[in-house]
């Protein structure tokens, strides 16, 4: 029975297209395409992008809060971005096992970019796939993976962004994510990974995030766009 158990296992893994240390791995180190058309598509493209663009300064890495600079960010993203020579890899619910399935598919070596900004972590949380440790390590395998790729680019780390309207229990495991993030980065010395707390600016005094720069308490608004732009823009050049 028991050998009959391991087979199951090993069929069940393979369906997954697992190696069988990988089974052990929680999903957010796991390297995972996307399933739904419609990011299939999109998934495609940033793919096509990172193989077919010529040399570009920066590269923007992350979810549908990226993806979006070319929808309510477009404005700030022409004004502000643009002109420093910018790519935009962002695919709207990315987890972190989607980005380090599209960076072993098309490597980013051969951008030579000098500034990477990556921004990924919440639809973990959010899609429930993985708890606030699993997401931690995803971001950091992914940052550690950019760092690989592109050995000449400074990586800066985004803090993930605030969620939900006020105070609430994710909220809770960003902010211990972040400050991980931040003692991860300090400890690395001598690298060229830093990191930002942009997602500060979005956030009121009483912690309340406003619809007028989050209508859904999640993604940006065009005002938001320009904040995080006009933060961002500075440490790009």
Request: a neutral charge; one cysteine or more.
């Amino acid at each position: 029975m028991h050998s009959l158990v391991l087979v199951a296992l090993a069929i069940a893994i393979s369906g997954l297209g697992l190696a069988p240390q990988d089974a052990k791995k929680p999903s957010s180190l796991v390297p995972a395409p996307r399933t739904d058309e419609w990011a299939i598509k999109r998934e495609a493209e940033c793919i096509k992008r990172a193989t077919e663009s010529a040399p570009v300064h920066v590269v923007f890495v992350g979810d549908s809060i990226t993806q979006a600079w070319e929808d309510p960010g477009k404005a700030a993203w022409e004004k502000h971005i643009a002109p420093l020579g910018a790519l935009n890899l962002g695919n709207s619910g990315d987890r972190t096992e989607n980005v380090l399935w599209r960076l072993d598919k098309a490597p980013l070596t051969r951008l030579k970019a000098k500034h990477v900004v990556l921004l990924i972590g919440t639809n973990n949380l959010g899609h429930g796939t993985s708890n606030g440790q699993e997401t931690l390590d995803g971001v950091k395998a992914v940052a550690a993976k950019l760092a690989e790729q592109c050995p000449d680019a400074t990586i800066h780390i985004l803090e993930i962004f605030p969620r939900g309207e006020r105070i609430n229990a994710m909220r809770g495991d960003i902010c211990q994510i972040n400050q991980a993030l931040r003692a991860w980065v300090a400890a690395q010395q001598g690298s060229k990974v830093a990191i930002h707390a942009i997602g500060d600016k979005f956030m009121g005094a009483d912690g309340s995030i406003s619809k007028e720069l989050m209508p859904d308490f999640l993604h940006l608004t065009p005002k938001g766009y320009e904040i995080w732009a006009s933060s961002v823009a500075p440490l790009l050049k």
